[in-house]
């Protein structure tokens, strides 16, 4: 049913078709039609935050912890470049957005009028599409198909750029069918080739070393996925490791749960990825935080990869059994295949595996001396998992980027998907503060936990205000070493510690802060207080920034240093990191 | 031989690995909409792959289709990645790689200005005419020529013409089709 209306209205329109309830944005000259006709409407709540970048990666904290699209809302020019760190770090960890631009009227574009940028040049490449629209009848198919495109397939940002005369223009609005959008060049393959998993399975019946090694993949694929994860892994009785952005897909109290792999992941994980005779790559895309040295990957396995990308299988490491798809439909297919096969376990053939794989974890690589007279970052961590396994409430985390951001992932477990929030591929420092905010909109009555830095958390410092504004009692752990910590430990492995500013110096004072945007303040540095001073957070109903004061130069461990293979980790109890990487790894990243 | 360029369907594929470049011609159906030219630019120069040779012209216009062909010169490993990022462009409807697929014509276009008298003119006429090159524009000291064929052909007419008083060069660029009755 067409309905006449303006460019504006369309917008609203199309959010309010497409289901969604919150938008995270910023006004600005060219986004005004589209401020005006949110002001007549109550479908759709508007977040006011305090700088574009927070938008969005609340957009993104939504978006993750909800399995539905996060959507944007900024002006033209600065509006839209500050947009672009949160669509970049959406595009690398495959997280679906709708950004919305404003522009200048289609008459000033290319004139360098005021607020003007090429926006759809400068987001072409940090995003899965971007659409910049001319005609205000192209609008409602463009509106719909942007979250068409980027909520199927690999999910991603898409951007849609709105003149500010398209804003005002009147056309007929429709909701097109979702067969009339892209249909011709975009087809996302949902479903694997039955053959290469019925080989996949087949290689996998004569494991003798196998390992699932899962990624952010399953936790896209929804739920279900990770539901099917824990089935395949249970028919198996194969280990399963996960990257960053998988983490919560298999459950951390399993036993066959071996912790987070890859640079700063566990020593059994690393080592089993190493030794392994088949692997099993689900929704992982060999990252090189996780392969290390490519021609020291794992040598001796056959692998599996499981992806919806095509583009994402043999780009760095070649397989020997690729299968695109969505890994649910793929995890259910194995399931299915398995069992037609048999109904038992691996359990015998792989027991010697699972002997020499326990003899690895009995290394205890997460291990840490802890200290009576200054906290830890690690065992504040733990603490703080502690405390809050025992609320009753849902417990998101998100985090920042650095040694608080690996400290968290090794120290906090997570049982669900959908409830660990980090930047992975593009390791954005500032990003963990509006990811909970927004975590903390979706879902009002839960614990929402940013784990930060005292560097990163500066970053975007700003958006406590709006925390403060909607009364969403979001808590910021703050590891604060006075260091940008994981650069003081590459400087310490790399530089001959020659910390070129990498402390933080002029730090502010972290409850006065607290304090002045309305919120509450909590300092503690003593050990023996830790308990008490986390309770006191978590029962406290609006936001608080708990700076927590630990042990400065703390080393994140274990750690598989640049250009090195998986079984060259270094362990925690390693004494002179300056000696390790040689000439050739300084130069890797 | 080029076993390894199969997609992603099938099963063990695996040859050895090779880092010898090859020149492979590709051609990209895609939606003829602003910015797509610079969108398949932008993923070569962002991906670090080069570009020989790039012809780009609305082929349908009633369903604002383009045909892109480009000439790309990468190993095996990374023609496979430009093919399947290419196809990941959401108004990149096909990806072909020509070369690979191995039947297929190509032809490229030149126009080549030449300038001379007496002598050099005679012989510069001479050569025109082996090459089947067509005048298109003439002066009493100079001319135009319009050159097909191959893109080697149309280098060795060049370089005949350079020492009889070449002036300037434009070329097309390839286009590429494959052989016999299936379309892409």
Known sequence: MAEKMTGAEMVIQALADQGVEHIFGYPGGAALPIYDAMFQQDQVQHILVRHEQGATHMAEGYARSTGKPGVVLVTSGPGATNAVTGLTDALMDSIPLVCITAQVPTTLIGTDGFQECDTVGITRSCTKHNYLVKNVNDLPRVLHEAFHIATTGRPGPVVIDIPKDIQFAVGEYYKPEIETLRHASYRPQVDGDLKAIEA????????????????????????????????????????????????????ASDP?????????GTYEANMAMHDCDVMINIGARFDDRITGRIDAFSPNSRKIHVDIDPSSINKIIRVDVPIVGDCNRVLEEMIRIWRSKTNQPRTEAIAPWWKQVEKWRAVGSLNFKNSDTVIKPQWAIQRLYEATKKQSKEVYITTEVGQHQMWAAQHFHFDKPNHWMTSGGLGTMGYGLPAAVGVQVAHPDALVIDIAGEASVQMTMQELSTAVQYRLPIKIFILNNERMGMVRQWQDLLHGSRYAHSYSESLPDFVKLAEAYGGKGIRCENPAELDAAIAEMLDYDGPVLFDVIVEKDENCLPMIPSGKPHNEIILPDTANLGSIIDEKGRALV | MNAHLQPTGSAYFLTQETQQTERHTLSVLVDNEPGILARVVGLFSARGYNIESLTVSETEHGRRLSRITVVVIATPKTLVQIKLQLERLVPVHRVHDLTAEGNYVERELALIKVKGTGDHRAETLRLAEAFRAHIIDATVESFVFEVTGKPDKIDSFIALMSPLGLVEVVRTGLAAIGRGAEGM
């Open chain 1, 256 to 264: 066959q749960w071996m912790g987070m792999l890859g640079m700063h």
């Open chain 1, 200 to 251: 996949a399975v087949d290689l996998m019946l004569k494991a003798e070393r196998p390992i699932f090694y899962t990624g952010g993949g399953v936790i896209n694929a929804g739920p279900e996925a990770s539901e099917n994860l824990r089935e395949l892994a249970e028919l198996t009785g194969f280990p399963v490791t996960s990257t960053l952005m998988g983490l919560g897909a298999f459950p």
